[in-house]
């Protein structure tokens, strides 16, 4: 009987999931929001006709996945958190060179000759107001110790934005900073979303380089949350959008860029609470051009990245 | 080949040795030829061994070790001290609301790790629930070693419980009587004929237990990197997700675990074959349970305190989280509504067909493992085919394996150019990943059951006239149906939540009960996230006590 039932169950099953299987148009990976990409590919089919497919998972796996599956790759379009990613592809000869029409108020260090911001989030201190804790302005305001054993870091191991973060304030005056935090009781919390959640229910005041869209969706939601951009500086994470070159549909993926960077497109993206990547956009929070931006040297900088890494973990031990 | 010449082939090895060379050799060749020809996703055979020779000295690599060690032993160790002695209490007296403590004893099982783990950080953390209503938090305690281990027990113990209690129940208590015939003391006879003959059932669910426990990625991670407490998972993670550069020291990391669940499988493997545990004879046996006595409060308070502590805490922090409109908010009255639950309803589509999904592949996953698992340790234990150990070894393989790599060895194998048709990209392709991960499971579980089926059964039905595929479906199976279906209950439970191989393997499109909830938690949405989980916990639960009931097998298992 149990044979028996299991033989059914799986030739039901197997039909299932071949009557399931939709052949996509464009298949987009990304590694932004779940519902920036959902919004986007209604909106873009809704326009075009196109049906749009898409994986969506944190950078490291959407690249272990591309990797795995390189002998007989499915993905046309992908959007990383990170930009370092468009710069590695471009180097291995994996993308299609392409200008989007509709790129053309997106500003040069958002842009190259095979990739293009979907839009932008920096970081931020993300401080409850409910916390009993005067409100910081700065990143080392959070040394003091009215904010002692209340400060979280998302880990710079998990988080590439972070990373350039510590880099960027490392590059401004060495590693004190982080020692002083380290001395004040400050720890180190896993990904993002795990290093907020505590500051949220309290039992934390502050996160110390939160990603800014996620903190400003929960004030919308009616948290008690509050960002700050410290005038000091920070570290912005451009999220690139690029086709890869053995996509068979590269029209299509075209046409999804296109889509991703004109007014319809950038407003979903500004309506998550991202910076939109073109200028002449508008949102409903601090743009690009009221931060103070850090730059950093990418390059010196990635490649220093396990000495940076293996420091801060000392520190924080 | 003298063995085949006299004796045909049986069919039921040849199904076992095909199963599970297509679920768990495939994946498996797949990573270790890409472990030592990194460029083989690309389909080249370029620079052998360049990563292998990369990663050999990490002196993190000890410490993480010793502390996955730790960390399995200590689970073992506290699960066994709380389910053994109420498994023992629950099979041999009649201890009052008997079946309730059952399905209290099954919730844990069926909240996922990490959702349980959430559930008790933001009830224990500084201004945590348990802060907001008494005026207390537990940080210190939860954010450690043994925090961890606590934590884990709650959610593994009633492998151990259920596994004892069938086989004692299994034994009963007619070879006790026995003993006290002969005049040894009640205590004597237990600790010197029923626990012993239960040997296979503990072994067998003690293993699984510290399998698990290394296994278990999203505890550690939440709670032991505040410790500075790494595990070998936690940091196969890290590399994995950090990046090319990093990524080479992840098969390194999952070979050493692998090296340590083969060392407490053949340890078992050195317990077990020396003695007979047949006490499955085919003589019937009255099936007599004792009263408690006096016994009676202090028992049930036993079962009151752990199922308090496994059930009632987790579910209350996950049904509070999903409760409040804002987790800032706190627990007051103006915060709390059906909000998150609304949600889920209006995004109904989404969250529906994530249900429909994970809950039909939890399904197809437990009946093929059950199968699969019941042919292979049939294969191993009752017949005297050569490479039977090759088999069994193969049927352990996946316990080495952290949920990762077993997908991206799927990806490999199943997404070649050349193959004709392919699983990849169909939910097939999470069907296999589940059953390759779930396999030791049902294996580990109708292992011990056979091994106290005694062996004349079989001999009896064929002297009838009966093939060796009759005798396995109308004789043995039946014999050993109780344990295989908590095993494939336990399947269930585990890949309606997997989430790791899920990400990883999901074809485009496709949402999995976790995935859906890792978005919601991605997103910033944990009361979101934990109203799903609620709903998931509570379907998981009723759906396996009803089939069962239906069946008419709620006896059996409960």
Redesign the interface.
């Given at each position: 009987m149990?044979?028996n039932?299991?033989r059914g169950?799986?030739a039901a099953?197997?039909l299932?999931?071949?009557t399931?299987?939709?052949f996509?148009d464009v298949?987009v990976?990304t590694a932004g929001?779940?519902?920036l990409i959902e919004k986007l590919a209604a909106g873009f089919t809704e326009e075009t006709g196109i049906k749009v497919?898409?994986?969506?998972?944190?950078?490291?796996?959407v690249?272990?996945?591309i990797?795995?599956?390189?002998?007989?790759p499915?993905v046309d379009v992908l959007i990383s958190a990170s930009w370092?990613t468009a710069t590695?592809f471009a180097e291995r000869g994996w993308l299609v060179p392409y200008t989007s029409p509709n790129a053309a108020n997106v500003p040069d260090f958002l842009k190259s000759e095979t990739a293009v911001a979907q839009g932008v989030s920096a970081l931020a201190i993300a401080w409850?107001p409910?916390s009993k804790t005067p409100k910081p302005s700065e990143w080392a305001d959070l040394a003091k110790p009215e904010y002692k054993d209340l400060v979280n870091l998302p880990?710079p191991?998990?988080s590439g934005a972070t990373f350039e973060l510590v880099a960027a304030l490392e590059a401004q005056g060495g590693t004190k900073l982080f020692e002083d935090l380290a001395a004040n009781g400050a720890?180190?919390?896993?990904a993002n979303?795990?290093a907020?959640?505590?500051v949220?229910?309290?039992?934390k005041a502050a996160v110390f380089g939160a990603v800014d869209y996620?903190?400003f969706?929960?004030k919308d939601?009616?948290?008690?949350?509050e960002v700050i951009f410290p005038a000091s500086g920070t570290v912005i994470a451009p999220r690139p959008a690029m086709i890869l070159n053995w996509s068979k549909n590269q029209d299509d993926a075209k046409k999804f860029i296109d889509y991703m960077l004109s007014d319809a497109g950038q407003a979903i993206v500004a309506a998550t609470n991202l910076m939109p990547a073109r200028t002449d956009v508008a949102a409903n929070r601090p743009l690009i051009g009221d931060l103070n931006i850090l730059t950093i040297d990418t390059e010196a900088v990635y490649a220093g990245?396990?000495a940076t890494l293996a420091a801060f973990a000392e520190i924080f031990? | 080949m003298s063995a085949t010449r006299t004796q045909p082939v049986n069919p039921a090895v040849l199904i076992a040795a095909f199963g599970l060379v297509i679920v768990v050799a495939v994946p498996f060749a797949f990573i270790v030829l890409q472990a030592i020809f990194p460029e083989l996703g690309r389909g080249s055979l370029a620079a052998p061994f360049s990563r292998i020779l990369d990663v050999l000295v990490d002196p993190r690599l000890i410490r993480m070790t010793g502390n996955t060690v730790l960390l399995g032993v200590g689970v073992v160790i506290l699960s066994s001290l709380i389910a053994v002695p109420l498994a023992v209490l629950r099979a041999l007296f009649r201890v009052p609301g008997a079946l309730l403590w059952d399905v209290l004893m099954l919730v844990p099982f069926m909240i996922p790790p990490y959702i349980a783990t959430l559930g008790w950080i933001m009830a224990l953390q500084p201004r945590g629930y348990a802060e907001q209503l008494f005026g207390f938090n537990l940080a210190p305690f939860l954010f450690s070693i043994w925090g961890i281990i606590f934590v884990m027990t709650l959610n593994t113990f009633p492998v151990i419980y259920f596994a004892v209690s069938r086989t004692v129940e299994a034994v009963g208590s007619r070879y006790a009587d026995v003993g006290r015939v002969f005049g040894a003391s009640a205590w004597r006879s237990f600790w010197r004929i029923t626990l012993p003959l239960s040997t296979p059932g503990l072994a067998a669910s003690m293993l699984l237990v510290f399998a698990m426990a290394i296994e278990e990625y999203g505890t550690p991670a939440a709670l032991g990197r505040r410790a500075g407490f790494d595990v070998l998972v936690t940091g196969i993670d890290l590399r994995v997700s950090a990046g090319p550069s990093a990524r080479r020291g992840a098969p390194l990391l999952s070979r050493v675990r692998g090296v340590m669940c083969f060392g407490a499988f053949l340890s078992r493997r050195g317990i077990l074959p020396r003695r007979s545990y047949q006490i499955t004879t085919g003589k019937p046996q009255k099936l007599e349970k004792r009263a408690l006595g006096r016994w009676t409060v202090p028992v049930v308070l036993a079962f009151v305190v752990v199922s308090f502590l496994a059930t009632a805490v987790p579910l209350l922090a996950i049904l509070a989280t999903a409760l409040s409109r804002t987790i800032s908010g706190g627990l007051t009255l103006s915060n709390l509504g059906l909000v998150n639950f609304a949600a889920i309803l209006a995004d109904g589509p989404g969250a529906l067909k994530a249900l429909t999904t994970s809950l039909s592949l939890g399904v197809a996953a437990a009946l093929f493992t059950g199968l699969l698992g019941a042919l292979s340790a049939y294969a191993v234990v009752k017949t005297s085919m050569r490479g039977r150990g090759l088999l069994d070894v193969l049927t352990i393989l996946p316990n080495a394996l952290p949920g990762i790599v077993v997908a991206v060895g799927l990806i490999l194998a199943w997404n070649q150019p050349w193959l004709p048709v392919t699983p990849y990209n169909t939910a097939l392709i999470l069907l296999l990943a589940y059953c390759c991960i779930l396999l030791p499971q049902p294996v580990r579980y109708a292992t011990a059951a056979f091994h106290q089926v005694g062996d004349n059964l079989e001999a009896v039905a064929r002297v009838f006239g009966a093939g060796p595929m009759v005798a396995f479906q109308r004789v043995l199976l039946p014999l050993i149906l109780p344990s295989l279906l908590a095993s494939m209950l336990l399947v269930f439970a585990v890949a309606t939540r997997e989430l790791v191989a899920s990400i990883i393997v999901a074809p485009v499109g496709l949402q999995t009960i976790s995935t859906y909830i890792w978005r919601q938690f991605e997103q910033g949405s944990v009361g979101l996230g934990m109203a799903m989980a609620f709903v998931t916990i509570l379907i998981t639960t009723l759906l396996p006590l009803i089939v069962l009931s239906l069946l008419g097998k709620r006896g059996s298992l409960l």
């Open positions: 149990l044979i039932t299991a169950s799986l099953f197997a299932l999931a071949i399931g299987t939709a996509a298949t990976y929001p779940a519902s497919e898409f994986f969506q998972a944190t950078t490291g796996q690249m272990a996945r990797e795995a599956e390189a002998a007989n499915v370092d590695d409850n409910n880990d191991a998990q720890i180190v919390a896993g979303a795990e907020l959640n505590p949220l229910q309290g039992a996620i903190s969706n929960g939601k009616g948290e008690s949350i990245r396990e031990q | -």
